[in-house]
């Protein structure tokens, strides 16, 4: 199948309140556990490379191709988007590369060079057919900066939108990078208010950190793209452990990787169960 262009993936996701799931390829075997989960929820993917996970293979190219190779492949849509760039550079390479979608994350950034910034990222993109999702508000947590009093403002994520252009908005409204607790308290009043606000659907990071009721209540209240990392990787990490603890003299990966990416493959059909999107990719 093609690759997905997310925007109206996103749109049906919004208008009928349910999540898209986003959630991260560091190993091949990751992005093979993404789709086979979303084929068996019969649920439109995004398969997300993070900029962490480009220092970690030493570069965009290797890890790209292998996964809009699994997304070419799918039976579903697949959207392959680059998350938490820094670097402008960086999307400029996963544009030529074919990615449909990538995230500028410039909040680190004074507002007005934010907003600057993101905006000629926009232009770059939409004139290569490309979505864009940026983040206003910080939702930190990898390396501290995450304050519990960090929110984002309706009127001002109003304004962002209207200054930049961009086809999504990450908020932060109680959730945090990294979380190894399903305990995370998200303002779901201020989720409301800014989807009422703003045009252009929401984007929540840190949800690894959100227990399965309120990641089923978040997107009916307006959440749209629904970020899960960490959550995952425990699945994952959980299962090669339990192989070694059972056969301490395995050598060959294969006996223990493959029970781990079956087990990030049911995880990821469940999750995209709890977020109301099984069945939806034949809508699209």
């Not at 990030?264 to 069945?279: P, W």
């Amino acid at each position: 199948m093609p690759l997905a262009d997310p925007r109206p993936i996103l749109a049906a996701a919004r208008s009928g309140r349910y999540g898209v799931g986003a959630f991260n390829t560091t190993l091949l075997e990751h992005g093979e556990a993404l789709v086979a989960g979303a084929e068996a929820a019969g649920a439109p993917l995004i398969m997300q490379v993070s900029e962490n996970a480009v220092r970690y293979h030493g570069g965009l190219r290797p890890i790209a191709l292998a996964t809009l190779a699994l997304a070419e492949a799918a039976t579903v849509p697949v959207v392959v988007h680059l998350d938490h760039a820094e670097d402008v550079d960086l999307v400029h390479q996963a544009v030529d590369l074919g990615f449909t979608s990538v995230m500028y994350d410039g909040s680190k950034l004074p507002d007005d060079e934010n907003r600057a910034t993101t905006r000629r990222v926009v232009e770059h993109c939409h004139a290569n057919g490309v979505a864009v999702e940026a983040e206003l508000g910080e939702v930190g947590g990898k390396d501290g900066v995450h304050a519990p009093g960090v929110r984002t403002d309706p009127q001002d994520a109003r304004r962002f939108c209207a200054d930049t252009g961009v086809d999504s908005l990450a908020v932060a409204v109680g959730t945090s990078h990294a979380m190894a607790s399903r305990d995370a308290v998200v303002d779901l009043d201020l989720v409301a208010a800014i989807a009422e606000a703003v045009p252009v659907p929401l984007v929540l990071h840190g949800s690894s950190g959100v227990d399965d009721a309120t990641l089923s209540t978040v997107v009916t209240r307006g959440m749209t793209k629904v970020n899960i990392a960490t959550h995952l990787n425990k699945v994952f990490t959980r299962a090669v452990r339990e192989r070694l603890d059972a056969d301490p003299k395995v050598m060959d990966a294969r006996k223990y990787v493959a029970p781990a990416r079956d087990a990030m493959a049911a995880e990821v059909e469940r999750l995209l169960g709890v977020l109301g999107a099984r069945g939806t990719a034949a809508r699209l």
